[in-house]
C-alpha cells in the first residue's frame, strides 16, 4: 500500500513539473503590450484644506463700566448697521452731562458780559481772553460728557450676524470687557496653504489663462459649495519652516451658508495644454527618480528617466524625457530587463488612457 501511494504522488509530481515547463513556455511566447505617450489638454485637481472666515468679524467690548441695563438681540440674530444691541445703565454719565451742560451755560454767561464790559472798556482784554478760554473749556468737557454717554449704547457698526453673548443682563461691566462676537458673512475669506513648487506651477499658468484664478470649495459634508471663489490676495511670504504660502480666496455668499470658523477643502483646477500623458503603470521608480523601458529600433528595452510635471488618477503628465514616438513598456516591467530584446504588442494610446483601470495593478 505504501508502495502504490508513493507511485500516486511521483506521477502527481511529474504531471505538475510538465504542466509548469509548458506554462513557461507559454509565458515566453507571449507579447509584451507597447504604447506611445499622448499629448492632450488636460486639467488636474487639487485640494487643499483650508479655514474659513468671515469678511469682517470682531469683538464687541464695553467701553464704559457699569451695570448692563438692557439687550436689545438674540444669540444668532442678524442686524443692521447701527442698531442698538446692548445698553449700560446711563444715569451716571446723563447726570454728568447735565451737570457740564450747566456750567457751559454759566460759562457762555459769563463770557457775554466780560465782552459787554471790554466793549467799554471796563475790563482787560486779558480778562475777556480768559473768560473765552474758561467758555471753551466747558464745551470741550460737555462734548466729553456726551461722549461717555453715547459710550453705553452698543451699536452694530456693521451688518452681520451675532454670536454667544459672554455677559448677561444685570452684569457689572468693566471697561473692555467682551459682550459678544459680530460677523459679515456677505462674503467669505478662504485661507489655504500652497506648497513653493505648486505656487510657482499656478503663478506660471495664471499668466496664460486667467480662469485658473477661479477655485471651489469642498465643505465638510463633502458637497461642493454653490459658488465659485476668487483668488485674490497672495500672502508676501513663505514659511519657512513649511515650504507654504497663503492664498485667499473670497466667495459670495448669499443665503448665508458658511460661517465664520467653518472648514473645508479648496479645490483649485489648473490646465495643462498639450500636455504629454503616459498610464502610471509604464513607470518605475529608482532613488527616487522616475523611469520607463523604452524600446529601441532593434525592439530591445533602453530604462530612461523621465521629469514628472503632475499627476492624475493612474496617469503622469510628463514634462521631459519623452517623445511621442517613443514606444514604452505597458505590462510586464518586472519580467523584463536592460536591453533584454521583446516581442510586442502596440496599443493605441487612446485606448490605454481610456482603459486605465483594466491596466492598473
Partial sequence: MKRILMLIGFCVLLSNTSCQSK????EEGEKFLVTNPIIKDTVITKEYVSQIHSIQHIELRAQERGYLEKIYVDEGQAVKKGQLLF???PKLYEAEMQKAKAEAS???IELKNTKSLSDRNVVSPNELAMAQAKYDKAKAELA???VHLQFT???APFDGIIDRFHVRQGSLLDEGDLLTELSDNSKMWVYYNVPEAEYLDYKSTLSANADAMKV??????NQLFGYPGVVETIEANF??????IAFRATFPNPKGLLRHGETGNIVMTVPYKHAMLIPQKATFEVLD??????LDKDNKLRSREITIAAELPHIFIVKDGLSVDDKILLEGLRLVKENEKIEYKLEKPEYVISHLELYAE
Fill in 153 to 155: 449704547e452698543i451699536r
Fill in 23 to 26: 506554462k513557461e513556455t507559454k
Fill in 239 to 244: 514659511n519657512n519652516e513649511t515650504g507654504n
Fill in 216 to 221: 471651489n470649495l469642498l465643505m465638510a459634508n
Fill in 144 to 146: 466729553l460728557t456726551q
Fill in 106 to 108: 454759566f460759562a457762555e
Fill in 289 to 294: 527618480k522616475k523611469y520607463v523601458y523604452v
Fill in 87 to 89: 445698553q449700560i445703565m
